[in-house]
T-cell receptor, first 111, second 120 residues
Framework: SQQGEEDPQALSIQEGENATMNCSYK?????LQWYRQNSGRGLVHLIL?????REKHSGRLRVTLDTSKKSSSLLITASRAADTASYFC???????????FGTGTRLLVSP | NAGVMQNPRHLVRRRGQEARLRCSPM?????VYWYRQLPEEGLKFMVY????????ESGMPKERFSAEFPKEGPSILRIQQVVRGDSAAYFC??????????????????FGQGTRLTVV
């Protein structure tokens, strides 16, 4: 069964704007990860946030985690056309040794 | 250090044929995961293997699908008697081995570029 659900399913913005994507999950986790997938390509790991962390930054990326609400958000600041991709959250649902992915948010950044 | 290597990148099979997908993990990684991605969907876990062991195959269809990770050589995902519904992108990921039951997911998993299977 699907662990994560991303929201929105699709997001279209202009270059320079910020993009926020949300992920909700169902079970307890040890950590949550965000991945990017360019069209027709593999997944690129963006950031991992552990269950005892609330916020993490990496360059233009900011991830928050609220374990009480079982949700996470990914913020991309000052977006660029090259950020156009699908973004997935993934969790280790109940600590099992596999990643369970959400359905993804398709981000389109227009020049 | 080469990343996770999958081949072929694209595979076309007729219905009823066999498809064999290969995955070579990153150097030093002994844990391999296979995922399937249908068009416009997220990745669905299929199987988790260590060298010569299947650890978790809860996502594998019960029939026609099998996976192995021999002591030597790449991991193989085999699909027998393919049907059109098997058309998808199949991704492999690897992670390093550590002690402990939950070590794997304290670090990122590295994904290959995927094999896109088309059944005609």
């Amino acid at each position: 069964s699907q662990q994560g659900e991303e929201d929105p399913q699709a997001l279209s913005i202009q270059e320079g704007e910020n993009a926020t994507m949300n992920c909700s999950y169902k079970t307890s986790i040890n950590n949550l990860q965000w991945y990017r997938q360019n069209s027709g390509r593999g997944l690129v790991h963006l950031i991992l946030i552990r269950s005892n962390e609330r916020e993490k930054h990496s360059g233009r990326l900011r991830v928050t985690l609220d374990t009480s609400k079982k949700s996470s958000s990914l913020l991309i600041t000052a977006s660029r056309a090259a950020d156009t991709a699908s973004y997935f959250c993934a969790t280790d649902a109940n600590g099992f040794q596999k990643l369970v992915f959400g359905t993804g948010t398709r981000l389109l950044v227009s020049p | 250090n080469a990343g996770v290597m999958q081949n072929p990148r694209h595979l076309v099979r007729r219905r009823g044929q066999e498809a064999r997908l290969r995955c070579s993990p990153m150097k030093g990684h002994s844990h391999v995961y296979w995922y399937r991605q249908l068009p416009e969907e997220g990745l669905k876990f299929m199987v988790y293997l260590q060298k010569e062991n299947i650890i978790d195959e809860s996502g594998m269809p019960k029939e026609r699908f099998s996976a192995e990770f021999p002591k030597e050589g790449p991991s193989i995902l085999r699909i027998q008697q393919v049907v059109r519904g098997d058309s998808a992108a199949y991704f492999c990921a690897s992670s390093p081995s550590r002690q402990g039951a939950k070590y794997l997911l304290n670090t990122e998993a590295f994904f290959g570029q995927g094999t896109r299977l088309t059944v005609v």
